[in-house]
């Protein structure tokens, strides 16, 4: 249903005029009773399924460039992007969190203001970096006390420069070059410009209706070097 939790802000108009939006579903096997086995000789371990479930997971992703649409500024609010606010939670989920990145540059943290104070407030190392994220929890009672909408807002306190904003550790360029089948290709530039810790990249590539892509000519180069995928 549309009408409660996170869903509600699932407005067509508002997704497919964003920067960027994609939908995905993953179905998977997942072991509910098994049994393991194990020989104390040679440690080898025999583990075989005795029930099977089916694991459903949904995901949307959406990007929106507040910073143009909204005249150079980089303060955004949940009905500023989406037209709407939450009212309450999925009345069947067992968690609904929404997730605000607060981190501060350069420890600063008198810059930016969120509001309504988070129920919490959560930390957590990603990429090798620390990031502090404000956690509104939408089966918490106190969090609809004052108000039946909810409306996430963040507001830097004094203006700051697009310049200023950080790269990414992990970002990449796409264009597609050539034309037709003969000269036409995709080009994909994946950029990790952490001091010295490597990733592993998962690459979702769409390509265009007027591209028919080979495997075979697939090459990836790596420092000069050609990789191989896995």
């Known amino acids: 249903s549309l009408q409660a939790g996170l869903a509600v802000l699932l407005k067509a108009e508002r997704l497919f005029h964003s920067s960027y939006h994609s939908q995905a579903v993953h179905i998977r096997p997942i ?15 025999d583990a075989s ?36 606010t939450l009212t309450d939670a999925c009345p069947l989920a067992s968690q609904s969190k929404v997730y605000v990145d607060i981190s501060p540059k350069n420890k600063e943290k008198e810059l930016l ?16 970096d620390e990031r502090t994220y404000a956690v509104y929890d939408l089966l918490s009672p106190s969090l609809f006390n004052t108000s039946r909408s909810l409306n996430v807002q963040l507001k830097w306190k004094r203006p ?48 265009p209706w007027y591209l ?19």
């Open 31 to 45: 072991c509910r009773v098994s049994v393991i086995r194990a020989t104390c000789l040679s440690l080898v371990q």
């Open 160 to 207: 700051q420069d697009s310049s200023e904003l950080p790269t990414p550790i992990l970002h990449a360029q796409r264009y597609v070059s050539g034309y037709g089948l003969q000269t036409g290709e995709i080009s994909t530039l994946i950029y990790n410009t952490h001091p010295y810790r490597a990733f592993p990249v998962i690459l979702l590539e769409t390509v």
């Open 212 to 230: 028919r892509l080979y495997v075979h000519t697939l090459t990836i180069i790596t420092k000069g070097k050609e990789n191989k995928p896995s």
């Open 113 to 128: 203001e969120v509001t309504p104070p988070p129920t919490s407030v959560h930390e957590a190392i990603v990429q090798g």
């Open 49 to 84: 399924c005795l029930a099977v479930s089916w694991e459903l997971r949904q995901t949307l992703t959406v990007v929106f460039d507040t910073f143009s649409s909204g005249q150079g500024k980089k303060d955004w609010s949940l009905f500023k992007m989406f037209s709407r």
